[in-house]
């Protein structure tokens, strides 16, 4: 079983950064892609950014490319969504999610695990 606990989440303001992290356990994680998703309140769950564990390999959405930046840490079996030039828009709650499989979907049903989410909220 793979439990994923997502911390970090915040209030800023437009234009500052922020980091999440999520932390994996239960198993190796070699064969697995992890990814964040996020969701604002009355939207469909987006995929936001995703991370192959084995080559750590990524891909992005359009909207977050160029701001934010995922990657793994293999010891700490743990990843981190860095995120920078926040806008207001980028306001929700962002959850952590794994599959097996070594590339990085950006379909969330896709994903047999999830973590609990974090908020992350960005004023104006």
């Known amino acids: 079983q793979v439990q994923l606990v997502e911390s970090g989440g915040g209030l800023v303001q437009a234009g500052d950064s922020l980091r999440v992290s999520c932390a994996a356990s239960g198993r190796t994680f070699g064969s697995y892609s992890l990814a964040w998703f996020r969701q604002a309140p009355g939207k469909e769950r987006e995929f936001v950014a995703g991370?192959?564990?084995?080559?750590?390999?990524?891909n992005y959405a359009d909207s977050v490319k160029g701001r934010f930046t995922i990657w793994r840490d293999n010891a700490k079996k743990t990843i981190y969504l860095q995120m920078n030039s926040l806008k207001p828009e980028d306001t929700a709650v962002y959850y952590c999610?794994?599959?097996?499989?070594?590339?990085?979907?950006?379909?969330?049903?896709?994903?047999?695990?999830w973590g609990q989410g974090t908020q992350v909220t960005v004023s104006s």
């Open positions: 991370v192959s564990w084995i080559d750590g390999s990524t």
């Open positions: 999610a794994a599959r097996p499989g070594t590339r990085s979907l950006s379909v969330a049903s896709e994903y047999n695990y």
